[in-house]
Structure formats: structure tokens, C-alpha cells
């Protein structure tokens, strides 16, 4: 471990060719310039179609920069971030293989011996509270329980950098506001750095360290970095009532209205070769 960055996006830029008319161009993101320290939480947030899942997937090794670097804790990304765990939007966990063999399945393929795997696998399970809940298939398991077994399956590895592409919002909200209480929680045992992405504002705040606001694309880029200066430990739905909670959601919301009004004015205007979220 290193004291330069976690994560370092300079002069990022990507853009999307349609391989059947080459002339067909999109520019998710331009120019941007994006800090995650180690030990940091940093959401992003921004209107649909800004970008924000084209971040995270430059910053996973799944997406080349069409200009820019990325580097990782200082050396230059090349292929897949081997230092970085990725939590999806969509479901993830393989429906033939039980919660434990879900979790399990990324140690056994970085050669971990399957008696020990199965313990750190099973270790994990409790820790997101499903201890007794090992043998269970997803399509056994409620929403809220997939995503335990998904956050479970991406912490279990020890990944320096988390990678989380609005892992909640399919949830209810009580499920939801366990879910984010449970995963600070966990970060702040090991304190890994986080790059979140989410359309919600208030989880953005609740959550984070600093939330950084995507202007509208195409051509989006930064315009906006909040430090969140609330205390921690955190609950996220106590958190949201409290005064400073408020000033900083207007100071966003100031800045995100306008992005938000362009991002669904864009999404009335139908445009080929649309890329990035």
C-alpha cells in the first residue's frame, strides 16, 4: 500500500463508436478529473445518462479510456482492476449454486482450497446476517437477502477498492436503509475506499464522504464536489433529518436541478448511439 490514491481518473474521456456506422458518435464523459483516496467514500451522482456507470466501469478495467489515465494507488490500470470489487445494479448471483457456493465461487477461482473457502464464505454470510441461511438458492431468497449474498460474495475477496453501481435500489425502502446501514457498517471495520454510484441524492449524502455531481451528457464531467461533513457513525435515516443533513442537500440539489431538468429533457429526444448511465 501506497499514499497516492486509490483511484485516479485524469483527463478521462469516452467515447462510443457504432461498429455498423462508424460516423455514429458518443461521448459519455469529457475531461474529467475524479479522486478516490484510500479509506475514502465517494458517491456520484448525476441525471440519467450522464455517465456515472461508464466511471465505474473505466475505474474496473472493463472499459478503456478513449483518453486519460486511470491509476490505481499509482500505477496505471492495464486490463481488469484486480484491486477492485464490483457490486451490480442487476442481479449477479448464479442460480444454480446455493448463497454459500455464491460467495464462495470468486475464492475458489483465485485458488483458495475448497475447506477454506468454504469457512471464509460461510464467515462472510454471518456477517451480513446470514449465518443460518447458507443452503439457500437465490430464487429461495428475498431481494434483501440477494443483496447480502452479493455484498458478501464482492467483500469476502478483501478488495482494496469497492465498486458499487447503485447496488440498492431495487430494494424497498426499509430494506434499503438496512442495507446502507450495514454496509457502513462493514466499510468502516476495514475502511476500503468506495466509488458509489446512485441516482439518490440522500443516499448519496447519508453515505458518503464526498459526492461529486456529473453534469448532464453528452460530454458530461464533473461540476461539483461536496465534502460531507457529518459525523460518523452514521444512520442513515436519522442522519437525514439533522440541519447540516439539509444545507448540504440543498447546496447539491442547487447544483444538480438544472443537470437533472437537461438529462430528462435529453430522454424525450430519442438519439442513436446513446451510451453510459
Known sequence: MTDAAALQLSGVSCTFVSPDQPAQRYTAVRDVELTVAAGEFVSVVGPTGCGKSTLLNMAAGLLSPSTGTVDVFGAPLSG?????????????????????????????????APAEADAHANDWLRRVGLGGFGDRYPHQMSGGMRKRTAL??????????????????ALDIQTRQLMENELLQ????????????????????????????????????????????????????????????????????????????????????????????
Open 152 to 169: 458478501a460474495q464482492v467483500l469476502a475477496l478483501d478488495p482494496d477498492i469497492i465498486l458499487m453501481d447503485e447496488p440498492f435500489s
Open 80 to 112: 481488469l482492476n484486480k484491486r477492485a470489487g464490483y457490486m451490480f445494479q442487476a442481479e449477479s448471483l448464479m442460480p444454480w449454486r446455493s448463497a454459500v457456493s455464491n460467495v464462495r465461487a470468486g475464492l475458489e477461482f483465485r485458488g483458495m
Open 186 to 277: 462493514l466499510w468502516a471495520e476495514k475502511k476500503k475506499a468506495v466509488l458509489f454510484i446512485t441516482h439518490d441524492l440522500d443516499e448519496a449524502i447519508a453515505m458518503s464522504d464526498r459526492v461529486v455531481v456529473m453534469s448532464a451528457g453528452p460530454g458530461s464531467r464533473p461540476i461539483g464536489d461536496f465534502k460531507v461533513d457529518l459525523d460518523r457513525p452514521r444512520d442513515v435515516a436519522e442522519v437525514r433529518v439533522t440541519p447540516r443533513f439539509i444545507e448540504l442537500h440543498k447546496a447539491i440539489w442547487d447544483v444538480l436541478r438544472d443537470e437533472v431538468l437537461k438529462g430528462y429533457q435529453q430522454q424525450l429526444q430519442p438519439k442513436s448511439g446513446r451510451a453510459g448511465s
